[in-house]
């Protein structure tokens, strides 16, 4: 299974980088995603890397904030985010997809974690 960890209460403007955990057959070679759920709202993606992170996608909302990277060697996938904002407030995800296609589709995942909550205050 995944574990995520990181997660905390910080002020707009703040950094903080997620870490998932997971075995390697639970990565599977395949991508793996990070998303996000807000209190009363629907699941959303924040970002997916390849097997092995020559490619990665990101949502809009956070193009240019976020950082995803992985580390193979130690079974770890990270999500740095940089310029917080209080609307990125929400629990994060990360989880294994069941294809080799960078998707954006939570449908695709399986795997999942537990869930790391970030708090943003303004």
């Known amino acids: 299974q995944l574990v995520e960890s990181g997660g905390g209460l910080v002020q707009t403007g703040d950094s903080l980088r997620l870490s998932c955990a997971a075995s390697?057959?639970?990565?599977?070679?395949?991508?793996t995603g990070w998303f996000r759920q807000a209190p009363g709202k629907e699941r959303e993606f924040v970002a997916a890397i390849t097997w092995t992170g020559g490619s990665t996608h990101y949502a809009d909302s956070v193009a240019g904030r976020f950082t995803i990277s992985r580390d193979n060697a130690v079974n770890m996938v990270y999500l740095q985010m940089d310029s917080l904002r209080p609307e990125d407030t929400a629990v994060y995800y990360c989880?294994?997809?069941?294809?080799?296609?960078?998707?954006?589709?939570?449908?695709?995942?399986?795997?999942w974690g537990q869930g790391t909550l970030v708090t943003v205050s303004s």
């Open positions: 390697a057959r639970t990565f599977s070679a395949y991508p």
């Open positions: 989880a294994a997809a069941r294809l080799s296609v960078l998707s954006s589709n939570p449908d695709e995942y399986d795997h």
